[in-house]
């Protein structure tokens, strides 16, 4: 017998996580983006190999997202009115650093309405409001890992930081996994927008090709006729090592 | 196992900026009528086994200001230890929770029961803790710490054991301010720097 208060055997050697990559995020201290330079940690990270903690996470179950969660067009209408913008679908697929789809994992994305305004109590740009647009979405992935938003393309916006900076048209994406040490949000560009090389919070990402990952390409097979445009952004989260526990549960 | 240039490179993190709650916790952006209620009110539902703990606390930039604009999420195990999904986890712990800075003083509450002592891999085990994740406007990647409690043996936590600079230590201890109460400062920056994780 073990003592009563001796700690639960860890059950899911599943899950392992694979260093992250710090060299392939944004540098946290960026003078160009000016709120950085005090929110920057001066100290080194204390770095160990993962441990329960961050291997397991919390899941959630599909009774907890409505049937227009992920529509962004509609789920904040009043009565039959639609949101104004041009209207896109946002899809893509969520894998880890192994390949593998990472399935039933929460999505959620916000952004400006077509104007660039947010709808929040502390947006006070003086672009309207659309009384359709609430600006929040989410989902979960599929079996397969897939996921998809209905939206409109959000406007650019300008904020303060250097005299006249904007940030080019995007789309914030909160991403689970299936391990709180995979615990992501970024934002999704979109192809051809101008303002993303002149913008610093992209900037923060000093590799090229990192950066590039976020800027979502036009993808006209996806996109309907007379209807909306299709931007395709896929996500890639930590890995896990395999096991041969892998189909434990983690989480609920 | 892949080799290392196999590997897919995770996407790249962006700053959750200042409208992360429109998204994570919409209703705190005034946003009431998308969904029923926000993900992550709670870590516990009532009837959750363990002892009820309130931690309160500020997220201090480098001037020594109290963010009012930052989000956490904490991530803990039930009163043994376990995680949600972990056989013989209690039912009632989540063990997630999301709050954020309040808008007019900067300070945050967490209210969730006192976790276990967690087992690792190869006979370590960890003292009791709850996981941060932390974002906000010029936060360019969410930032990862602990919180420890000062009330318990932390003597022969693996991770706290790493931290060369001893005084440091405290700067992950939640200091009881009274019965079941504590009190856990963040700061991003400076003097009583807090130890972030890269785990
Ligand atoms: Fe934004």
């Given amino acids: 017998m073990p003592p009563p208060d001796a700690p639960a055997e860890p059950q899911y050697d599943a899950a392992a996580l ?3 990559r710090h060299d392939m995020h944004p540098r946290p201290y960026d003078p160009d983006y000016k709120t950085s330079v005090t929110r920057a940690p001066r100290l080194p990270l204390l770095s160990m190999q993962a441990t329960p903690t961050e291997e397991t996470g919390p899941r959630f179950g599909h009774d907890r997202i409505g049937p227009l969660d992920n529509d962004l067009i509609r789920n904040h209408a009043q009565g039959d009115a639609l949101a104004i913008g041009e209207r896109i679908r946002v899809f893509g697929r969520v894998i880890d650093e192994t390949g593998r789809a990472v399935p039933h994992t929460l999505v959620e994305i916000w952004q400006a309405n077509a104007g660039g305004r947010y709808r929040h109590i502390k947006d006070t740009y003086f672009a309207p409001l659309d009384p359709n647009f609430g600006g929040c979405g989410r989902t979960l992935t599929d079996e397969t890992g897939h996921y998809e938003f209905m939206t409109i393309r959000p406007g650019a916006y300008p904020w303060p930081n250097r005299a006249n900076d904007w940030r080019p048209m995007h789309i914030h994406f909160s991403i689970f996994g299936h391990a709180f040490g995979q615990r992501l949000i970024s934002q999704m560009y979109f192809q051809g927008d101008p303002l993303i090389d002149l913008c610093p919070i ?5 590799d090229r090709g990192q950066l590039d990952r976020l800027v979502a390409p036009l993808d006209m097979q996806n996109a309907r006729g007379m209807d909306y445009l299709a931007y395709r952004f896929d996500i890639v989260l930590r890995g896990r090592r395999q096991t041969m526990f892998e189909n434990r549960p983690e989480g609920l | 196992m892949l080799h290392q240039s196999d590997r897919l490179i995770e996407t790249p993190s962006q700053t959750a900026g200042p409208y992360v709650h429109i998204g994570c916790i919409p209703s705190f952006a005034g946003l009431k009528d998308v969904y029923p ?3 992550g009110r709670s870590p516990i539902e009532p009837g959750a086994r363990g002892t009820r703990i309130t931690i309160t606390g500020s997220v201090y930039d480098g001037t ?26 209690d039912p009632l712990v989540s063990g997630f929770c999301r709050f954020a800075a309040d808008k007019d003083s900067g300070e945050f509450i967490l209210r969730t029961i006192k976790p276990g002592a967690v087992a690792g891999r190869d006979g370590m085990v960890f003292a009791p803790h709850i996981a941060l994740w932390i974002v906000a406007r010029g936060i360019n990647i969410g ?8 009330d318990e043996d932390n003597s022969a936590d693996p991770l706290l054991a790493r931290i060369e600079q001893r005084p440091r230590v405290q700067t992950l201890m939640a200091t009881a301010t009274g019965a079941g109460t504590y009190r856990f400062d963040i700061r991003l920056q400076g003097e009583g720097e807090t130890v972030f994780l890269d785990l």
Avoid: C, H, V
């Fill in chain 1, 18 to 20: 694979m260093p992250r």
């Fill in chain 1, 202 to 206: 992209a900037a923060t990402i000093k």
């Fill in chain 2, 37 to 39: 209620e926000d993900l």
């Fill in chain 2, 64 to 89: 020594g200001w109290a963010m009012r604009d930052a989000m956490i999420e904490s991530w803990q195990a039930d009163a043994e230890g376990r995680f949600a999904g972990q056989s013989g986890a």
């Fill in chain 2, 143 to 150: 930032l990862s710490t602990r919180i420890y409690f000062e």
